[in-house]
């Protein structure tokens, strides 16, 4: 990140990106493409920006997709390749903690995409902190029931759309907003959300399949959060931030 994190700041006075991408199939590794890019800047706890961009993948979208999204290869053709809008999307997530729904999903898709463009999303907005309101929700709710629409709903949130990128990052920040509303809210440090999260994710993470053991990891994480709160754990956790 540009600016110097502190796990101690809170979380008022850090920005933060709300991305969501809508894409033509289900694996980055195999060649899918993003279609569609929403973000919501936020700063000192309120909206700041909104972008949303269709994306021309060069590459079919199916009927199953189009059902889903409402996105069709008619409204694709002609607008800006991933390259083309990459100056405007790299300004929004500068110096912002990266919060999606489910997010890995989302920066498996970005990574590629980035790395197509020759820019590789780790030069471009460095090793920024990653927050998953899927896990968020998961700690507070257990399993089942968490998928963002379903979440929105148990939250109170009303969702602005579903399935498209725009919508999708709104309603990620709403539901985000009511997560932290119990714990703190803005006033929240970004070491207690880490916290709360239960591990510590940023961009350029390995994806899932190429991470430790499940078990492994859990417990490197468990000894790096279990001291929470001192000196010594926050120069520890900064480390692997600034890594």
Known sequence: MDRNLSLLDRLRDIPFAFVDVETNGMSAAWGSRVIEIGVVRVESGKIVSQYEQLIDSRRRISPTITAMTGITMAMCCGQPTFAQQLPKLIGLMQSAVV?????????????????????????????????????????????????????????????????????????????????????????????????????????GSPPRAARKPRRLQLAEESRVLSGIGGRETERGLQSDFSS
């Open 99 to 203: 919060v999606g729904h489910n997010v890995r999903f989302d920066l498996s898709f970005l990574t590629h995409e980035f790395d197509r463009a020759h820019q590789p999303i780790l030069d471009s907005v460095g090793r920024a902190v990653v927050v998953d309101t899927l896990r968020l929700a998961r700690k507070r709710f257990g399993r089942g029931g968490n998928g963002l629409g379903k979440l929105a709903q148990r939250l109170g949130v009303e969702p602005t759309g579903e399935h498209r990128a725009l919508a999708d990052a709104l309603t990620t920040f709403h539901v985000f907003e009511r997560l932290i509303e119990t714990i703190g809210g803005w006033d929240l440090t970004l070491v207690d959300l880490l916290m709360h999260q239960g591990n510590v994710m940023r961009v």
